[in-house]
């Protein structure tokens, strides 16, 4: 039997860092979040709002050419830059210098989009959070993932985590896999599900929110952004992936008793972060 610790309200309250009064805007933190395809901007849009809505200072969203209107009306408070090409991304290039950095929801798999992701991990140092298609182009090119920086958190569903690491048989088996490539490639694994667990090397710990209102379009979107927000805030990445986890599924947990499970969306997670962390006070 696998060992996990459980992360309850007493692991976060230990993890959690209240806001000082003097802080501001320059030094809450700049996350980056890179993805977004021709008809997925949806994604992208959610993964920044989420992350600006989770405390960081400001938020950059780096995205192909035809989100630009989109972003920049669906979210005013994120600032935006594009790349090159209009439908997907082929070219990772910025001048600036976020704190962390998001990378993969929407981001479809081009094969122009695989060789701007492997040129952007080639020379990017910065903390990363990687998801979705980002993580289905490192299933297709497994050496790649030597390039990403120790405690880089990736947050695959099972079935991107399939790809990764290929079949299971027992639920046994898939633990042991998922820490031998926790291991491997010095990687916190956010296996998302019901619950999620969160492996780091021999370390395994379970999640106690969320229910199925979560089984949504979208939901993960939203925590790719709410877990690049606190890497950017300066919580230790193991934390920032305990946290987020946590204060995500809380929110749906939060939200039942008014949203029920199927009326609740991914925008919902979002509206609820707010009532998630104050209840961290309660
Ligand atoms: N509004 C938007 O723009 C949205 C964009 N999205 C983007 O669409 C792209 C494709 O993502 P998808 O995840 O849909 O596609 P995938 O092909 O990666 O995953 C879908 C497949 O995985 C299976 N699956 C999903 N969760 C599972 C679980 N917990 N256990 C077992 N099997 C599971 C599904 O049954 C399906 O076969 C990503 O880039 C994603 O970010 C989605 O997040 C949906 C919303
Ligand atoms: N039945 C469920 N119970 C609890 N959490 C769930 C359930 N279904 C999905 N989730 C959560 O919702 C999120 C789904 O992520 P993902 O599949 O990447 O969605 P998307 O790609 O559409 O954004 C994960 O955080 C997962 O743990
Ligand atoms: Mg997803």
């Known amino acids: 039997m696998m060992h996990s610790t459980v992360v309850d309200k007493q692991t976060i ?118 998801d979705a298609d980002a993580l289905n182009i490192l299933a297709l090119h497994s050496d790649w993932l030597s390039l990403l920086p120790p405690k880089t958190i990736i947050t695959p569903h099972l079935k991107e985590l399939e790809r990764l690491i290929g079949k299971w048989n027992s639920e046994a088996e898939l633990f042991e896999k998922t820490i031998a490539f926790s ?42 952004g709410v877990i690049t927000s606190l890497l950017a805030q300066s919580y230790e990445p193991i934390n920032a992936a305990l946290l987020g986890v946590y204060l995500h599924g809380l929110t749906a947990d939060i939200a039942f008793p008014e949203t029920g499970y199927q009326s609740f969306i991914a925008s919902d997670i979002i509206s609820y972060l707010g009532k998630a962390y104050l209840s961290l006070s309660q």
């Open 183 to 224: 291991k491997k490639h010095q990687l916190i694994v956010v296996m998302k599900g019901a619950p999620t667990y969160i492996v780091y090397g021999e370390l395994v710990y379970q999640n106690t929110t969320g229910n199925a209102a979560l089984a949504t379009a979208g939901s993960g979107d939203v925590l790719t």
């Open 13 to 130: 309250s230990s993890i959690y860092q209240p806001i000082i009064a003097t802080t501001h805007k320059g030094i809450q933190g700049h996350a980056m979040l890179i993805g977004g395809s021709y008809g997925k901007m949806g994604s992208i849009c959610l993964s920044s709002k989420a992350a600006i809505k989770f405390g960081c200072g400001l938020v950059t969203a780096f995205i192909p050419k035809c989100g630009y209107d989109i972003v920049q009306i669906a979210v005013p408070e994120v600032m935006v830059l594009t790349d090159d090409q209009d439908s997907c991304i082929s070219k990772i290039h910025f001048d600036i210098v976020p704190d962390a950095i998001g990378i993969g929801p929407g981001l479809g798999q081009d094969i122009a989009t695989q060789q701007g992701l492997y040129k952007f991990l080639k020379y990017n140092s910065i903390p990363l959070i990687i």
